[in-house]
């Protein structure tokens, strides 16, 4: 069978792999065979790209070695799965010699839904400067109300509103126009499927850079002869709606107020422990082997406080990992944890690569 030839870029290190080249009928999703625990998937070869040519290798070797009986190393990630699918299952089956092993810590319930409703269907983009939306469940609490008022989600008899009286296309237009700040690619890209068309803040990872990043777009610039442009102004005349949760930090909402720049905080979810937790994790080390669970991953300070009471069951030589210096922060000052890993952005490919530096 011919053989086709790729060049894998690593700093200091090339190597040139080669690998069958699948028949026509199959080419649509190129890809290698890698073994889990639920039998054998297929991860895209391009996923590999950004991985040394020795990670590659081990992680093979490791794959191989959990085939013939050995227990399958794990990584328990301390988040409820998402679905269909998760991209931090997809990142960890594909680049680490690990399986993720999902444990939900915390739920989350929808409230003040009529209150943001009644935002959307007057107007936002003449009441608000911008939106600051950081979290997947604030994402999604706005794209419901959205729904809601385009009639794609109607109650049983709606009032007639400012959407119905203006035109739907015109106010949606206008909605999916407005300035949105995020924190982090993975809520970026979910607010462009909402049809969002400017955002700011994938790339920030925090909400004290994310704050910063705020604080620069209204600060006065100083022209060459010391004069400020007269296009800039800081505070804006509008405030900027924040859609959080109840457990929200506060350090976006101080380090605004410090620059006098206005802000309205709308609480669009609650988060309270998952029912479910201490059983998952019982479950979890019941059907575990001595070593095979090497890595706890942390998602957030108060899933970190609730994990963190129940973790004593786990072996003692645990490597812990953060999804980003937040945590990080939280689990040093409050538990005396060091972790071994923090993510240096809030996304999985992000994570692994942390990850495979200590494999």
Known sequence: MPTGLFLLRWPLLSVSLS?????????Q??????????????????????AGASQIQNFTVNRRKGRKGRAMPRA??????????????????????????????LQHARVNT???RNILEHEPDKQ???????SQRAVEALGDAMAHLSGNNPPPARPRTRWSERGLVEQLRELRGM??????????????????????????GNGMALANLIVQTFRREPEEDGKEKEEATLPPRLPLLFLVGDKRRDVIPKRLAGEGIPLEELVVYETTVAPTFETDLDRVLAESKDGDIEWVIFFSPMGAEIALRQLDKLPRKVRVGTIGPTTAEYLRKEWGITPDMVSKKPEPISMVQGILEHV
């Not at 890809?31 to 070869?45: A, D, I, K, Q």
């Not at 799965?81 to 444990?103: E, G, H, L, M």
């Open 19 to 27: 690998i069958s080249i699948l028949p026509r009928r199959r080419q």
């Open 128 to 134: 608000y400067t911008a939106l600051i939306v950081t």
């Open 179 to 204: 300035m949105v700040y995020t924190v982090g690619p993975a809520t970026a890209i979910a607010m462009t499927k909402l049809e969002f068309s400017t955002i700011c803040g994938a790339d920030t």
């Open 114 to 116: 009529q209150e943001l």
């Open 76 to 105: 328990i990630l301390l988040k409820t799965k998402s679905s269909p699918i998760d991209p931090y299952d997809t990142a960890f089956r594909c680049k680490t010699p690990f399986i993720p092993v999902f444990i939900p810590v």
């Open 29 to 50: 999703n190129p890809g290698v065979s890698l073994w889990s625990r639920s039998g054998w998937t297929n991860c895209n070869y391009n996923h590999f790209l950004h």
